[in-house]
T-cell receptor, first 115, second 113 residues
Framework: GAVVSQHPSWVICKSGTSVKIECRSL??????MFWYRQFPKQSLMLMAT?????????EQGVEKDKFLINHASLTLSTLTVTSAHPEDSSFYIC???????????FGPGTRLTVL | AQSVTQPDIHITVSEGASLELRCNYS??????LFWYVQSPGQGLQLLLK??????LVQGIKGFEAEFKRSQSSFNLRKPSVHWSDAAEYFC???????????FGGGTRVLVKP
């Protein structure tokens, strides 16, 4: 149980285009999902907290107009990187928690490369 | 400020040898504590967690961790490592249910044949 999927697993795009990444909780309803960014050989950096049916809460320094997050249902959250640039290239990981649970379950990650 | 520290960036261990990964936390009260493992290019898999009760926690893949309040530590151990244990290990903590996870910097484990 508690499986989280991400799609796509990797994506290459041209500079200036937008990319959407999906995060799904497959066998549970997730009231809260989190989006992280991970640079090579570094730890995870929390970008934003996404609650179903409400606006995401972004961490300091994360541009909300660039990284659009939508959590339209209890099993799906999306991250859209708008007008992507090479510096946005990174590994993006989502996680989800059961309502009132203490444990985050992570997706397999999406590697974004912007040319 | 709340923080999680993993003092060792890299650890190399021979296959079959024991492994111990250190984790220290700095919180006002005892947080909920987790160990995750990340294989190359993969997401994070939960190894074990501690909320309260028995301070020795058993996890998956033969791992265990011991919570020591006096040392603000939550070290991860495995008696005999396998080549497949080569990965990045992250210690993490939350203050309360639903809160944001705070990650340590990670420890990369290399396993020698």
């Amino acid at each position: 149980g508690a499986v989280v999927s991400q799609h796509p697993s990797w994506v290459i795009c041209k500079s200036g285009t937008s990319v959407k990444i999906e995060c799904r909780s497959l066998d549970f309803q997730a009231t809260t999902m989190f989006w992280y960014r991970q640079f090579p050989k570094q730890s995870l950096m929390l970008m934003a907290t996404s609650n179903e049916g409400s606006k995401a809460t972004y961490e300091q320094g994360v541009e909300k107009d660039k990284f659009l997050i939508n959590h339209a249902s209890l099993t799906l959250s999306t991250l859209t990187v708008t007008s992507a640039h090479p510096e946005d290239s990174s590994f993006y990981i989502c996680s989800a928690i059961l309502a009132a649970s203490d444990t985050q379950y992570f997706g397999p990650g999406t590697r974004l490369t912007v040319l | 400020a709340q923080s999680v520290t993993q003092p060792d960036i890299h650890i190399t261990v021979s296959e079959g040898a024991s492994l111990e990964l250190r984790c220290n936390y700095s919180y006002g009260a005892t947080p909920y504590l987790f160990w995750y493992v990340q294989s190359p290019g993969q997401g994070l898999q939960l190894l074990l967690k501690y909320f309260s009760g028995d301070t020795l926690v058993q996890g998956i893949k033969g791992f265990e961790a011991e919570f020591k309040r006096s040392q603000s530590s939550f070290n991860l151990r495995k008696p005999s490592v396998h080549w497949s244990d080569a990965a990045e290990y992250f210690c993490a903590a939350i203050k309360a249910a639903g809160n944001k996870l705070t990650f340590g910097g990670g420890t990369r484990v290399l396993v020698k044949p």
